[in-house]
């Protein structure tokens, strides 16, 4: 079946640590997007990609990185410099930049 | 500026009720508008879209229409059931842009 995974569901990080949240999809589709959703408010736009090798910075990119080595992966990394890390986190995927995006089912950040 | 504005929840109804969540939508252009819905813990799902004004985007009952005259896309359902208790967040697009603008989402409680 097509469709877009995100790992792990839940990621603990500690203090000072840098975390990786994969996103793979078989769509074929060319954009990918991470957002970050928290309690009660809609998804504000991290980082996206159009196309291999190339993305662009969100909304709120600062304390994150992305590569897009692959069509398919779009990893994100949550580095020590995000202060307030804790949220929901969720990738999508679209055929063009312009497009419906389809989401994954999320990674949960939680801070120890 | 490009904003999206929903009616707050919850919105608590009994089931086979009448359903209708507000969305309005400011921004340049005629952007493309969507309805995602997200159940417990899950990513979000597309569930239904419209391109251009008077388009009535329509799926599994749920049906919204694009009014460009009062710049809305209100989501409306028949009769409810217990299994659409989720929240539903009504998202544009402008153009070529890259990102989605989602609202702040509704939470929707459907009770025997």
């Known amino acids: 079946d097509g469709g877009i995974t995100q790992s792990p569901k839940y990621l603990f990080r500690k203090e000072g640590q840098n975390v990786t949240l994969s996103c793979e999809q078989n769509?074929?589709?060319?954009?990918m997007y991470w957002y970050r959703q928290d309690p009660g408010q809609g998804l504000r736009l991290i980082y996206y990609?159009?196309?291999?090798?190339?993305?662009q910075k969100g909304d709120i990119a600062e304390g994150y990185s992305v590569s897009r080595e692959k069509k398919e992966s779009f990893p994100l990394t949550v580095t020590s410099a995000q202060k307030n890390p804790t949220a929901f986190y969720l990738c999508?995927?679209?055929?063009?930049?312009?497009?419906?995006?389809?989401f994954g089912p999320g990674t949960r950040l939680l801070v120890l | 500026g490009n904003s999206v504005t929903q009616m707050e929840g919850p919105v608590t109804l009994s089931e086979e009720a009448f359903l209708t969540i507000n969305c309005t939508y400011t921004?340049?252009?005629?952007?493309?508008l969507f309805w995602y819905v997200q159940y417990p813990g899950e990513g979000l799902q597309l569930l239904l879209k419209?391109?251009?004004?008077?388009d009535k985007g329509s799926n599994k009952g749920f049906e919204a229409t694009y009014r460009k005259e009062t710049t809305s896309f209100h989501l409306e359902k028949g009769s409810v059931q217990v299994s659409d208790s989720a929240v539903y967040f009504c998202?544009?697009?402008?153009?070529?842009?890259?990102?989605?603008?989602f609202g702040t989402g509704t939470r929707l409680q459907v009770t025997l």
């Open positions: 990609s159009q196309i291999v090798n190339d993305f």
């Open positions: 769509l074929n589709h060319d954009a």
């Open positions: 921004a340049t252009g005629y952007p493309s």
């Open positions: 419209a391109t251009k004004a008077d």
């Open positions: 998202a544009r697009k402008t153009g070529t842009a890259s990102k989605l603008t």
């Open positions: 999508a995927s679209s055929r063009e930049l312009a497009g419906a995006q389809y």
